[in-house]
């Protein structure tokens, strides 16, 4: 079965510290992998998606960005981290076929504080 | 441009009887639904689907319901148990599906089932 993972839980930062969240999708090849941000009074955001190594597509403009280095794993970083990137971070993979094509199934989520 | 929207931030409901929760969207390309549940500090999980080639789709106590004409869905839960209580996201996708596949989702409704 697949299972996805996300870490760190939770992560306390400074304002203009550098930022990484890591995601790994196990028992599935070649997914498709988002991330998703939930901030305080709101939705979920979609932030970048990907569909194969390499290959980023971002959806807001932000001081975040992501790299896709294998195909089962998938980063979110920042160089210097705003107020505003407060959060909740919720990676999300789908598969392109079958009955897992249609539904997203996320991560545990990262919840991130900066201050 | 919120495109898929929750206009109800809250819910409350009591044991046993039904809670009805309502999503609209604005974009005609979306042609699935969904509808997740989030608890606090956890990652969304999928509950329900439904196409627009239907009006309704049902699971156990969960039913969904799709108005296309209206661009209105509504996610009934019969009986509402207190376990029931959490965040619940409505979601759409368009007619893209494989690599270009993506959420967009509202900003949710916090569901409360009063023992």
């Known amino acids: 079965s697949q299972t996805i993972h996300q870490w760190p839980a939770t992560l306390v930062q400074p304002v203009g510290s550098p930022l990484s969240l890591e995601c790994t999708v196990e028992?599935?090849?070649?997914?498709?992998l988002y991330w998703y941000r939930q901030a305080a009074g709101r939705g979920l955001q979609l932030l970048f998606y990907?569909?194969?190594?390499?290959?980023i597509s971002s959806e807001v403009p932000q001081n975040l960005s992501a790299s896709r280095p294998q195909d089962r794993q998938f980063i979110l970083s920042s160089k210097k981290l705003l107020l505003s990137d407060s959060g909740f971070y919720l990676c999300?993979?789908?598969?392109?076929?079958?009955?897992?094509?249609?539904?997203?199934?996320f991560g545990a989520g990262s919840r991130l504080t900066v201050l | 441009d919120q495109q898929v929207k929750q206009n109800s931030p809250s819910l409350s409901v009591q044991e046993g009887r039904i809670s009805i929760l309502n999503c609209d969207y604005t974009n005609s390309m979306f042609d699935y639904f969904l509808w997740y549940k989030k608890y606090p500090a956890e990652g969304p999980t999928f509950l329900i689907s439904i196409s627009s080639i239907k009006d309704k789709n049902e699971d156990g106590r969960f039913t969904v319901f799709l108005n296309k004409s209206a661009k209105h869905l509504s996610l009934h839960i019969v009986p509402s148990q207190p376990g029931d209580s959490a965040v619940y996201f409505c979601a759409a996708s368009g007619r893209s599906r494989g690599s270009n596949y993506k959420l967009t989702f509202g900003k949710g409704t916090l569901l409360t089932v009063n023992p």
């Open positions: 999300a993979w789908t598969g392109l076929a079958g009955a897992g094509a249609n539904v997203l199934t």
């Open positions: 028992g599935t090849s070649n997914p498709n």
């Open positions: 990907s569909v194969g190594i390499g290959q």
